[in-house]
C-alpha cells in the first residue's frame, strides 16, 4: 500500500518557538495514543485467548469477553488511525501527484490537509451528540454506559484533528494555507447555498459528492478513509434532512464487527513470525528441496508465498518477509530486476485468497458471507494461480545458469526441514482450526500468536525484547488505517443504500448480457480497477454490500462470487501504473519502477488466465465446501 503524505515538503512558516509549541502539542497527542494503543492490542490478545481458553479447554465461558473485547476493539480502532495519521501511513493513491514540482506537490498537499481537516472538524459535533445520546444506555454484560464506546469516536476524532492543525501550521506556509483554506470554505459554501438544486437533482446529485469530489480527494492524494468520509458528510449535509450523527453511528458500526478484530491480531501475528524466525525456517527448507532446479528458486518464491501470505495482514509485511532472503541468490543466478518484480507482485495478487486473509475475513463481516466458507474456498484458486505463474517461471528460466547451485544433500534436507517444521505446522495450524470449526477466526489468532511466541522463546531462541513495542505500534497503526477505512466506507455504502442508487444498480446489473457469467466477467473487470485505484479492503467494503445481493439474483454462489471478487482485486492492486502494491514491491526489491513495469506483464497475463478459469469453473472456488 502506499502512505500518503500528509504535509508539505516546503519551509515551514513558523518561527522556531512556534514550531516547537506546536510540536509539544503534536507529541502530546502522541503519548496519548501510543501508549494506550500499543496496550489495547495485548489486553485483546490476553481476553480473546483466554476467552477461548476458558470456552473450549475450560468449558467455562466468558460472557462478558467478547463485549469487553469489542468494547476495546473500537478504541483501537480509532487510536490507531491517529497513530496512522501522524505516521502518514493512511492508504492514499499519490499516482498523480508524484510527479509533480516540489511546489504544486507542497500546496497540494496544505490542500489534501484542509480537506481532512474539515471532515474532522464536521464529524466532532455528531460524534459528541452520538456520546451524549448513549450516555443512560447500558451495555448487557459489563452493565456500564454505551458511552464509554461511542466515547471512542469522538476522542479520536478530536485527537487526529489537533494533529493535523499542528503540521498544517507547521509544514505550510502562510500563503499555502491561507489559499487552500479560502478553495475550501469557498466550495463548502457553494455546496450549502447550492443545497436546494442539488437535492432537487435526484440520483444525480451522487455524481457531485461520489464522483466530482470524492474522486477529486482520492487523485490529489488525500487518504482514502478520510475522502469517503467527506464526501459522506457532504451529501448528507447538503441534500438530505438526515441528522449528520448517522456518520459515527456508521463508522462505529463498520470497526465493531468482532470478527474484525482479526485484523489487529494477524497483522501482529505476521510481525511476530518475522521477528521469531518463523518465516525464514520455512524459507531455508524450501531452498533446500528444490532450490539447484532451473528456476527453484522462483519457485520457492511462490510457495514461500502461500505459505507465509494472509497470515500478516499487509501484502508489503508477506512479501518483506520473503523477498530480501530470495533476491541476491536469484540475481546471482541471472535472473533480471524486472522479471524479479513482476513475480513478486503476482505472487502477492494470486494470494489475496489464500486464508487467513484479511481481505476475506473483511468481506465477510460486511457481506455475512461464512468466514469459513470463505476460507475454504480460497485455498484451491490461489493453486490454480500459482500453477499458471510457475509456467511463466518455467518459460523465463529455462536456460538459467544453474552450474553455481549446490544441491543439499539428503541429510541436510532432513535437518532442515526438522527446523521448519514448528514453521510449516503454523499456517496448517491456523486453517485446520477455522476449518473444522474449532475456533472462530479470531480466535485462532491468538492461538497463533501464543504458539508463535514459544516457539520463538523455546525453540528457535529468538526473541527480541525490544522490538515488541515498535511492533504493538505497528499493528495499531495499520489495523487503524484499515479500520478507518471499513467504518467511513460503512457509512458511505449506507448513504448509497439509501439515495436509491442500489436499487437502481441493481436494475442494471441484472440485465447484464451473458447471464451469471457476463456478471461475473463485468464485476471481475471492475474490481480490476477498483483494486488498482481504490486497493482492495476500500472497494470491497464500499461495493460488496451492494453487489452481493444482485450476484445472489442472478444465480452465483456468494462463495464464487467472492472469490472471483478478490482475486479480481488483487489482480488490480499488483498492476502498473495504478496499482500502489506493484510500488510495494518495487520497493521491497530496490528496483526502478521504470525497469520493472515492462516485465510484470507475463505473470499478471497468467493470472488473468487464472481468473477466467475461475470464472468458468465454479468448482474450483465451491468445490470443497460440501
Known sequence: ???????????????????????????LVGWLSEAPAAALVLAEVLILGGGALSRYALHAPLPWSDELASLLFVWLAMLGAVIALRRGSHMALTTFVKNLSPQRRAWLDALGMFLVLSFLALLVHPSWERFADDLEVQ????????GWRNASVLVGTVLMLVSVVCRLLQRATPAQILQTGALVAAVGLGLWFSGAPLAAMGHANLVVFFV???????????????AFGLATLSYIAFTTSTPLLIVPNRMQEGMSHLILLAVPLFVFLGALIEMTGLAKAMIDFLVSLIGHVRGGLQYVLLGAMYLVSGISGAKAADMAAVAPALFPEMRQRGTKDGDLIGLLSASGAMSETIPPSIVLITIGSVTGVSITALFIGGLMPAVI??????????????????????????????????????????PFIIRTAVVEGVATATEVSTIGIFYTVLAGLFIYRRFNWKALYPMLLDTASLSGAILLIVGCATAMAWALTQSGFSQDLVQLLTHVPGGKVGFLVLSALAFIVLGSLLEGIPAIVLFGPLLFPIARMVGVHEVHYAIVVVFSMGLGLFAPPFGVGFYAACAIGRVSPDVAIGRVWPHLAALFVALLVMIAVPWVSIGFLG
Open 212 to 226: 466530482v469530489l470524492l474522486m477529486g480527494c482520492i487523485c490529489i492524494g488525500v487518504p482514502i478513509a478520510f
Open 1 to 27: 500500500m502506499d502512505a500518503t503524505r500528509m504535509h508539505p515538503t516546503t519551509t515551514p512558516s513558523a518561527d522556531g518557538a512556534g514550531r516547537g509549541w506546536l510540536g509539544r502539542i503534536d507529541g
Open 139 to 146: 451495555m448487557p454484560m459489563l452493565e456500564i454506559s454505551e
Open 385 to 426: 494461480g500459482m500453477l499458471a505463474m510457475a509456467v511463466v517461471v518455467w518459460w523465463q528460466t529455462r536456460g538459467e545458469d544453474m552450474s553455481g547451485a549446490r544441491r543439499a544433500s539428503k541429510k541436510e534436507v532432513g535437518k532442515l526441514f526438522l527446523i521448519a517444521l514448528p514453521a510449516l505446522a503454523l
